[in-house]
Nanobody, 121 residues
Framework: QVQLVESGGGLVQPGGSLRLSCAASGSYFSINAMGWYRQALGKERELVARIRRVGAPNYADSVKGRFTISRDNAKNTLYLQINSLKPEDTAVYYC???????????????WGHGTQVTVSS
């Protein structure tokens, strides 16, 4: 099992910045891709950014140029630097990991409990 714990959310004014973190722990063989999703009130959960162990990350069009995803594989930690925040970025942000429990297992998705980001003046 993979446990994911997010931190770094909060209330910020438009134009402000936040840095979200997601620490992965537990018993697993490997974690391949990790990502950030968000869910605004009354809307479906959507992909914000995703990054594999190697290779370029991918972003939702709505956040390109403002959000930067990164990971520290040695620390099993995922980050999301959020700049130029807008009110429409308000949502619960969830960390996701695509991991194998054992070497012979299929990849499964694991989720954190989420961290609230509120952008308001």
């Amino acid at each position: 099992q993979v446990q994911l714990v997010e931190s770094g959310g909060g209330l910020v004014q438009p134009g402000g910045s936040l840095r979200l973190s997601c620490a992965a722990s537990g018993s697993y063989f490997s974690i391949n891709a990790m990502g950030w999703y968000r869910q605004a009130l009354g809307k479906e959960r959507e992909l914000v950014a995703r990054i594999r162990r190697v290779g370029a990350p991918n972003y939702a069009d709505s956040v390109k140029g403002r959000f930067t995803i990164s990971r520290d594989n040695a620390k099993n930690t995922l980050y999301l630097q959020i700049n130029s925040l807008k009110p429409e970025d308000t949502a619960v942000y969830y960390c996701n990991a695509e991991a194998r429990r054992y070497s012979y297992s299929n990849e499964q998705h694991y989720w954190g409990h989420g961290t609230q980001v509120t952008v308001s003046s």
